[in-house]
């Protein structure tokens, strides 16, 4: 059974940052595509990131050279590393595996 959870959300100022994680189970992880996405109130889900087995990355253009996906395969777990933080990033933030196996999110808020 696949199980995805996210976690490091939280309440962080406008130009902080943030690290979340993703711990993966049920799945190969290692030969796995993963992807962070995140969606707002009354919005489609949008694609921020993705990261492919052998390690290459892709970004939406609105995060580029702010966010950095990455991957741990001994601990089956995805990261995405957000600097530079601006209230439009202000989401829930889910983690992707295959055609439709989702985490449960993370709420990331950025606010004075």
């Known amino acids: 059974q696949v199980h995805l959870v996210e976690s490091g959300g939280g309440l962080v100022q406008p130009g902080g940052s943030l690290r979340l994680s993703c711990a993966a189970s049920?799945?190969?992880?290692?030969?796995?595509?993963m992807a962070w996405y995140r969606q707002t109130p009354g919005k489609q889900r949008r694609l921020v990131a993705t990261?492919?087995?052998?390690?290459?990355?892709d970004y939406a253009d609105s995060v580029k050279g702010r966010f950095t996906i990455s991957r741990d395969n001994a601990k089956n777990t995805v990261y995405l590393q957000m600097n530079n933080l601006n209230p439009e990033d202000t989401a829930v933030y889910y983690c992707?595996?295959?055609?439709?196996?989702w985490g449960q999110g993370t709420q990331v808020t950025v606010s004075s």
């Open positions: 990261i492919t087995s052998g390690g290459s990355t």
């Open positions: 049920g799945i190969i992880f290692s030969i796995s595509t």
């Open positions: 992707k595996y295959g055609v439709n196996y």
